[in-house]
């Protein structure tokens, strides 16, 4: 297969969600030794390469007009002589992409619901669920669609390893994203000083996150024993030696399924809303809609409460015994195939 090119939205404001998952697409793509290479928002290729994992040529978008932005992927993709273009975030504009499509270039669309470039879509990926395949025929009626859990895209670290047993996790951890927009893990960590007594807490915090110096003096005058990772390079292993997590929802809470953790999941946006109360469903999770206000001090009961329950965790941790698979990104490259060679 000809280069696979991605354009992705990421930035302190909005996070390295979309990042990561185009990331676990380009790794499985890599597997097959398939070029990946990647656009990403102005000022933001240094969020990227701060991966130990990441060998992918990265270029900054010129995006002071669409049309500006538009020639600019358009070209890059022809200088590659890309199979199809990969698009990740909400923020693109579907003429951005839409130029390429025209040129023959198939456009695939990771969508969450927010339906934005669904009509210049040959390929609609919604690992979330399936629920919105009608309305993706009725925008887009030739566009094949990778919905629901078969198409999840995962991360290589997380398709490697095995999950341990219960027994043999420790602690707390606590992570909401690669840049937290809503500020929470400063007020969390607080809120958590007040009812735990001597829980290991480990604090993770992603490349975007920027209020460092804030943290770490709350974590100073915490009397809980924290860790505090920045950047951290192998979410894998975290996850998977946790008793209990409290993370934000979304990808991440794909990642806390595969590697069988229990988990208090944090909604900040509502296109997480469908997913979060599917895996609460399923008795692995509780859940808290922070999109408008967090209730720090329900939060903060919550895991006490749970952490106090070792039978209740037990449960939540069986719940998801071999109930996710990490494999997706291999299925979604399936169907990119199928469709350049048709």
Request: proline residues 4%.
């Amino acid at each position: 297969m000809r280069p696979v090119l991605f354009r992705v939205n990421v930035s302190p404001t909005i996070g390295m969600g979309h990042l990561m998952r185009s990331l676990a697409l380009a790794q499985a793509a890599e597997s097959y030794d398939i070029p990946c290479h990647f656009i990403v928002d102005a000022g933001s290729k240094a969020l990227a390469v701060s991966r130990h994992d990441w060998v992918y040529p990265v270029v900054e978008c010129a995006q002071s007009r669409q049309s500006d932005e538009a020639d600019f992927i358009a070209n890059y993709a022809q200088s590659i002589n890309a199979s199809v273009v990969v698009v990740d975030g909400y923020a693109i504009e579907p003429n951005a992409v839409a130029l390429c499509r025209q040129q023959g270039t198939p456009v695939v669309v990771m969508d969450d619901g927010q339906l934005t470039q669904v009509r210049v879509a040959d390929i609609i990926v919604n690992s979330t669920s399936s629920a919105l395949d009608e309305e993706y025929q009725r925008l887009q009626p030739k566009a094949v669609l990778c919905t629901g859990a078969k198409y999840r895209l995962m991360r290589r670290e997380f398709q490697v390893g095995t999950p341990p047993g219960f027994a043999q996790r420790h602690g707390i951890v606590l992570c909401l994203g690669g840049s937290d927009p809503k500020k929470l893990t400063i007020p969390l960590v607080r809120a958590l000083d007040t009812v735990l007594d001597n829980t290991p807490l480990r604090v993770v915090t992603g490349a975007a996150f920027k209020d460092t110096a804030a943290l770490q003096q709350v974590i100073g005058e915490s009397d809980l024993p924290i860790q505090h990772v920045h950047n951290c390079q192998d979410m894998a292993d975290v996850w998977r030696n946790a008793k209990l997590a409290i993370s934000a929802a979304g990808g991440s809470q794909f990642e806390l399924g595969v590697c069988e953790t229990p988990s208090v999941l944090l909604m900040v946006a509502e296109n997480q809303r469908l997913a979060t109360l599917q895996a609460q469903q399923e008795g692995w999770c509780q859940a808290f809609d922070c999109i408008e206000h967090a209730p720090l001090d329900a939060i903060a009961d919550t895991v006490k409460q749970l952490w106090q329950s070792a039978e209740a965790l037990n449960v939540m941790h069986n719940a998801l015994k071999n109930k996710y698979r990490a494999d997706g990104a291999y299925h979604v490259l399936d169907a990119i195939a199928k469709v350049i060679n048709r």
